[in-house]
């Protein structure tokens, strides 16, 4: 019996549309209102992004939401559209471009190409003109689907060899290939993009570096182009101004301007040399989660930096990450070491180093741990990048009833860590397995039983931002990670929790403890680093403060400024003072007028500055003058310096 098909469309606002002829979305936009079907750009079908031309179901019943300019995914969808614009720009200003892949990234996009003339940024003029003119065509962006054989001969007649590789290997296993197709310029694509070029807003061209093709250093070097698109004059300018501040608080310059990091091709890619102004931020900051560990009952131990290569394929990280571990290191007598990428599997034989009681957990072992990966060349940056790192580690052996209560101990230690540093600004991510993946070990029920007591503890927790992603996991177990965004809203992945029921297990470790029962039974451990590494946290910090640290974590926290060299004797009696109460001073004694030397001591962001001249020297004061504030007047000496000790123990930001 003949039965009509039909679609039910469901509406954000749960309403049903229904459709017996097969429809797009846009279709579905225009049944709306012309306004609407004007201004769709793209839509989410059952969660999913899709073109707003994409074909509909046929029967069946789907969500369905449209996305305009308000929407931010279809700002994302634009800013692909628009990386699609400048390959074409490109293809047309230099002709017998290779292409690679044109992805957006936060807050803009990029395209690889691989051409025999350098870019620069005295080119971006021309590409800009050009990009300009196909948006002003305004012609459309029409998917087109083929088998993969028919796409290979398309890309091979193109002479796009690197899309030819990317079929072949990449998209090996793929019956059906898509395309989106602009004129006379088609690329392989996923998609979506929006209807038509004309609803690409303002655009710039921002810089060109270097990559490799498919990240790969032994492969061919490409030229990435990098932009930025948004759907409003406005909102472009005031992006590019934060680009612009971004600039000014590169960790990277600001560490060279105020020595306080080096890293040294001699000593090696990716290995950061803390130079004394950087070793006294990081004391500061090891001394305040060290004061905060002794106070929640913590142990600290030491570890060595490297171990048995069978120590780490118990643990799963060998041979799990072995595409980011430096290669074994072969002994004479045939075994092998690795440089430590983990510091767990060292904390589980120290529980291991003798029998366990349950009178004994939870055992909480800290240590500010050294561990060693190894990222790509072209991945590295700065003290955010890197491939050797220290992490304000620690693993946490408990039963399992005690379990929820240590994870919300440690979500609450990260969350005073964050606090006291100013970094409220937040929100967290409950990492869960993606069970279509294989890099999980464990059994699916070790992983619902430690998912679900997971999110009980956050929920319960009221955490800010909320959020569940699937596949962002430890392959041991789920976690949460907490989201900083800076001054200027970048974010920042930082402190982690983790909770982990597998390496305890009989197939990894076979920990134990014995009950009051007088029987053994299995620990859950706890991983957790509020600061996740100290390069890293500390490379957010001279970014977020612009290197103008808070006085704490200052590493020249007042300097002593003499009006004239006759007032020397008693800048350096007020510099000794200080610095037998704690505080790290130095004095500038030099033949300089006074302005000269508060703008030398406002370029090196010194918290404060305590002049001395005739008039302070006869009161036993000091003028004080604060980097921001200015000048807050003369104070006696023992006033200034309860001022900033006050400061100081608050941990004022």
Same mark, same amino acid.
């Given at each position: ?125 021309? @590409? ?5 003119? @196909? ?31 990317? @079929? ?26 929006v209807p038509s070029a004309g609803a690409i807003g303002a655009f710039k061209l921002l810089s060109v570096a270097g990559a490799y093709w498919k990240g790969d250093a032994s492969r061919q070097q490409l030229q990435r182009l990098y932009g930025t698109a948004w759907f409003s004059k406005k909102d472009l300018e005031e992006h590019l101004k934060k680009v612009e501040e971004a600039k000014r608080r590169d960790h990277r310059l600001l560490g060279k301007q105020l020595e306080l990091f080096t890293i040294d091709p001699t000593v090696g890619s990716g290995l950061v040399l803390w ?238 403890? @014995? ?139």
């Amino acid at each position: 019996m003949y039965r009509e098909t039909m679609l039910k469309v469901r509406l954000p606002n749960q309403s049903v549309k229904e459709y017996s002829r097969r429809v797009r979305a846009l279709d579905v936009a225009a049944d709306l209102g012309p306004r609407l079907k004007k201004d769709t750009l793209a839509a989410v079908v059952d969660g999913q992004v899709v073109g707003a031309d994409t074909l509909l179901p046929q029967d069946g019943e789907i969500s369905l939401r449209l996305l305009t300019a308000k929407d931010p995914e279809a700002l994302e969808v634009m800013r692909h559209s628009c990386a699609h614009v400048m390959a074409r720009a490109v293809m047309r200003l230099y002709p017998g471009v290779q292409l690679a892949f044109g992805p957006t990234v936060d807050n803009g996009f990029y395209y690889d190409f691989d051409l025999k003339e350098p870019l620069s940024e005295a080119d971006f003029p021309k @590409i800009e003109a050009e990009m300009a003119k @196909i948006i002003a065509e305004d012609e459309p962006f029409e998917r087109v689907e083929e088998p993969r054989d028919k796409a290979l001969e398309i890309c091979r007649s193109l002479g796009q060899t690197l899309k030819v590789e990317h @079929i072949e290997e990449g998209l090996k296993d793929e019956a059906m290939v898509s395309f989106y197709r602009q004129g006379e310029f088609l690329d392989l694509c996923r998609g979506p993009h929006v209807p038509s070029a004309g609803a690409i807003g303002a655009f710039k061209l921002l810089s060109v570096a270097g990559a490799y093709w498919k990240g790969d250093a032994s492969r061919q070097q490409l030229q990435r182009l990098y932009g930025t698109a948004w759907f409003s004059k406005k909102d472009l300018e005031e992006h590019l101004k934060k680009v612009e501040e971004a600039k000014r608080r590169d960790h990277r310059l600001l560490g060279k301007q105020l020595e306080l990091f080096t890293i040294d091709p001699t000593v090696g890619s990716g290995l950061v040399l803390w130079l004394p102004k950087g070793a006294v931020v990081r004391r500061e900051l090891e001394n305040f989660i060290y004061a905060e560990l002794m106070r929640r009952g913590y142990q600290p131990v030491y570890t060595p930096h490297i171990g048995r290569v069978q120590l780490y394929q118990t643990s799963g990280h060998f041979p799990y990450y072995a595409d980011s571990q430096f290669p074994p290191i072969q002994m004479s007598d045939g075994d092998r070491y690795l440089l430590k990428p983990m510091n767990c599997p060292h904390h589980i034989m120290i529980y291991q180093s003798k029998p366990r009681s349950y009178r004994d957990l939870p055992l909480r072992l800290a240590e500010f741990g050294s561990v060693y990966r190894f990222e790509q060349s072209g991945e590295l940056t700065g003290m955010t990048r890197v491939r050797g790192f220290t992490q304000d580690d620690a693993h946490i052996f408990c039963t399992e009833d005690q379990a929820p209560a240590e994870f919300q101990a440690c979500i609450e230690m990260t969350q005073f860590v964050l606090n006291t540093l100013g970094l409220s600004d937040y929100r967290v991510r409950l990492g869960f397995r993606d069970p279509a993946s294989p890099k999980y070990v464990g059994s699916p029920e070790t992983w619902e039983r430690a998912e679900a007591a997971l999110e009980e503890v956050c929920r319960a927790m009221d955490l800010p931002n909320l959020t569940v992603e699937r596949g962002e996991a430890a392959f041991y177990g789920p976690k949460v990670d907490f989201v900083v965004a800076d001054c200027l809203g970048r974010e920042w992945q930082l402190g982690t929790v983790q909770l982990d029921y597998n390496l305890p297990s009989a197939q990894r470790f076979d920990l134990a403890y @014995i009950g009051p029962d007088n029987r053994p039974h299995r620990p859950v451990m706890i991983h957790r680093a509020p600061f996740g590494s100290f390069e890293r946290f500390t490379g957010m910090l001279i970014e977020h403060f612009a290197g103008a640290f808070p006085l704490w974590l200052a590493p020249e926290q007042v300097r002593v400024l003499c009006v004239s060299e006759k007032f020397e004797a008693y800048g350096r009696s007020v510099e000794r003072r200080l610095a037998e109460a704690g505080l790290r001073v130095t004095g500038d004694y030099r033949p300089e007028k006074i302005g000269a030397k508060i703008r030398d001591a406002q370029l090196q962001l010194v918290p404060y500055m305590f002049v001395v001249g005739g008039r302070e020297m006869e009161q036993n004061a000091v003028s004080v003058r604060h980097r921001r504030q200015g000048d807050l007047g003369a104070m006696p000496v023992d006033a200034a310096l309860a001022r900033l000790q006050d400061e100081i123990r608050a941990k004022s930001v």
